[in-house]
């Protein structure tokens, strides 16, 4: 069972923007920097946003992540057909010594 | 370029045992904490277990502690993950994660491989 509560899907036509929420608590989100990560089907997890707002390099600005409290936000903007995929937050959870993941969110462009 | 690779997955019988190896390149292995991530069939992503450069700190999920192992060679640039008293809820892809410098994150990941737990 999952501390990190997101959406189970979320849906946009191409080129429209989609917002993605991770909630959590404290202990988890509260205190701690947040990742994103997004898995393609079938293949790897591959990180999206760290320390909650950073892109990689090669990660386009069209994905952008921020913070709030106890909850984070991975926004998408101009959705393209190849962002279907399922996202996850992450976070360390300093109470119980853990790395948490989100519950995921699968996108699908219409 | 950064790679992990990782071997060892396979079919073992509940109670059996299974050893887990990542082979890292690309990168200066010593100088990163590294992680295992699970994820069942279906199922959405579980950290297992983390541990420091030189192995002196360690860290698991509650549920793989007293049965699972996280272990490094440095001068092997190697990853383990020692499987013991496996259960039928141990079924998954297990990945292998590089940590990211800054925080807690995961900026590499090799491409999986699976285990799967039954009689």
């Known amino acids: 069972q999952s501390v990190l509560t997101q959406p189970p899907s979320v849906s946009a036509a191409p080129g429209q923007k989609v917002t993605i929420s991770c909630s959590g608590s404290?202990?988890?989100?509260?205190?701690?920097?947040v990742s994103w990560y997004q898995q393609l089907p079938g293949t790897a997890p591959k990180l999206l946003i760290y320390?909650?707002?950073k892109r990689p390099s090669g990660i386009p600005d069209r994905f952008s992540g921020s913070k709030s409290g106890t909850s984070a936000t991975l926004d998408i903007t101009g959705l393209q057909t190849g962002d279907e995929a399922d996202y996850y937050c992450?976070?360390?959870?300093?109470?119980?010594?853990?790395?948490?993941f989100g519950t995921g969110t699968k996108v699908t462009v219409l | 370029e950064v790679q992990l690779v990782e071997s060892g997955g396979g079919l073992v019988q509940p109670g059996g045992s299974l050893r887990l190896s990542c082979a890292a390149s690309?990168?200066?292995?010593?100088?990163?904490?590294m992680s295992w991530v699970r994820q069942a069939p279906g199922q959405g992503l579980q950290w297992v277990a983390s541990?420091?450069?030189?192995?002196?700190?360690?860290y698991y999920v509650a549920s793989v502690k007293g049965r699972f192992t996280i272990s490094r060679d440095n001068a092997k640039n190697s990853l383990y993950l020692q499987m013991n008293s496996l259960r039928a809820e141990d079924t998954a892809v297990y990945y292998c994660?590089?940590?990211?410098?800054?925080?807690?994150?995961?900026?590499?990941w090799g491409q999986g491989t699976l285990v799967t737990v039954s009689s």
């Open positions: 320390d909650n707002n």
């Open positions: 690309g990168f200066t292995f010593s100088s990163y904490w």
């Open positions: 994660a590089r940590e990211g410098t800054t925080s807690h994150y995961f900026d590499y």
């Open positions: 992450g976070t360390w959870d300093s109470s119980l010594s853990v790395y948490v």
């Open positions: 404290s202990s988890n989100i509260g205190n701690n920097y």
């Open positions: 541990i420091r450069q030189h192995g002196s700190e360690k």
